[in-house]
């Protein structure tokens, strides 16, 4: 089992970067693939972007690619979302998520509390 905490979520300009740290607890975290999924206000829960457990392999919603990307490292058992060129519709809550094994967009089976993202424009 492991347990994750997500931070670094706030307001920030559009064009702007955020870097959302997500730690895990647990002593087998490199088996675990891992992910970031957000909700946007009023909508549904979102894939946005998923590592292998190595770190080796990375996936990526299209709306993110070339702008987000996803990082872990197995030693710290932390992962990473580092955002750039952020827009007003990458306005969500963002949350982290793990899975055992073969990484996928979903079916992850545990996941952070969320933390909130806001782009002004």
């Known amino acids: 089992q492991v347990m994750l905490v997500e931070a670094g979520g706030g307001l920030v300009q559009a064009g702007g970067s955020l870097r959302l740290p997500c730690a895990a607890s647990?002593?087998?975290?490199?088996?675990?693939?891992i992910a970031w999924f957000r909700q946007p206000p009023g909508e549904e829960r979102e894939f946005v972007a998923a590592v292998t457990t190595g770190g080796v392999g990375t996936y990526y919603a299209d709306s993110v690619k070339g702008r987000l990307t996803i990082s872990r490292d197995n030693a710290k058992n932390t992962m990473c979302l580092q955002m750039n060129s952020l827009k007003p519709e990458d306005t969500a809550v963002y949350y982290c998520?793990?899975?055992?094994?073969?990484?996928?967009?979903?079916?992850?089976?545990?996941w952070g509390q969320g933390t909130h993202v806001t782009v002004s424009s």
């Open positions: 998520a793990a899975r055992l094994g073969v990484v996928t967009t979903n079916q992850y089976e545990y």
């Open positions: 647990g002593r087998t975290f490199s088996t675990y693939a």
